[in-house]
């Protein structure tokens, strides 16, 4: 069964600093991999979409990578910002119909201090 | 346009009473999702919808959870005798194509903050 872990749990860095968001997953099958990313007691609002042939997505300072031979996806972004302040998810979307058909990381909870 | 919509905010019931939350996605989407996410934890997928019928099911933890969506817009979660475990934020997301697009992103509504007493 699909299996999504997220690293760091928590994060917090300076003002400026760039900085990397790690997610890993367990069966390659995907159909695409998603960012989110989530205030608190908010919804999630989705932030890079990568698609399956696909091995980045850019919008604004965020760049999220995938590998999927090596289940793997990066988020960089860069200069952060304190409004950056939140928790980021990344979910897989299988393709495998007997299995769950959206599975989320945990989470990694960035904290930037101005 | 509006986006995802999900009442009540809040819902506090006690243990053993019947619940219902809605959803009214984005006006034409044909996909909708639930999941269910408890503290510190991402949400958990319960079941999604491809128009009117429910495509997958395999989230839905037990008979007590069932889902509708008759008109193929609006879609009530419904759960039978609560029990305390229940307790956890539902969300609800919708998506223009569901799978028939794979560049298709959901868009969440806030939640339903579910309490079981």
């Known amino acids: 069964k699909q299996e999504v872990t997220q690293i760091p749990a928590a994060l917090s860095v300076p003002e400026g600093e760039n900085l990397v968001l790690n997610c890993s997953f367990t069966d390659s099958a995907i159909y695409n991999l998603q960012w989110f990313r989530q205030d608190p007691g908010k919804g999630l609002t989705s932030l890079l979409l990568i698609q399956s042939s696909q091995r980045e997505q850019t919008s604004g300072r965020l760049n999220a990578s995938l590998d999927k031979s090596s289940g793997r996806s990066t988020l960089y972004i860069a200069a952060s910002q304190p409004g950056d302040s939140a928790t980021y998810l990344c979910?897989?979307?299988?393709?495998?119909?007997?299995?769950?058909?959206?599975?989320f990381g945990p989470g990694t909870s960035l904290s930037v201090i101005p | 346009g509006a986006g995802v919509s999900q009442t009540p905010s809040n819902k506090v019931t006690e243990k053993g009473k019947y619940v219902e939350l809605r959803c009214d996605p984005i006006s034409g989407h044909t996909a909708l999702y639930w999941y269910r996410q408890s503290l510190g934890q991402g949400p958990e997928f319960l079941i999604y919808f491809q128009g009117t019928g429910a495509a997958d099911d395999s989230g839905l933890p037990n008979d007590r959870f069932f889902a509708v969506r008759p008109e193929g817009s609006v879609s009530t979660l419904k759960i039978q005798r609560t029990e305390r475990g229940d307790s956890a934020v539902y969300l609800c997301?919708?998506?223009?194509?569901?799978?028939?697009?794979?560049?298709?992103?959901?868009?969440f509504g806030p939640g339903t903050r579910l309490t079981v007493l």
């Open positions: 979910a897989v979307m299988n393709l495998k119909t007997s299995y769950d058909k959206v599975i």
């Open positions: 997301a919708s998506s223009l194509l569901g799978l028939a697009g794979d560049t298709d992103t959901q868009y």
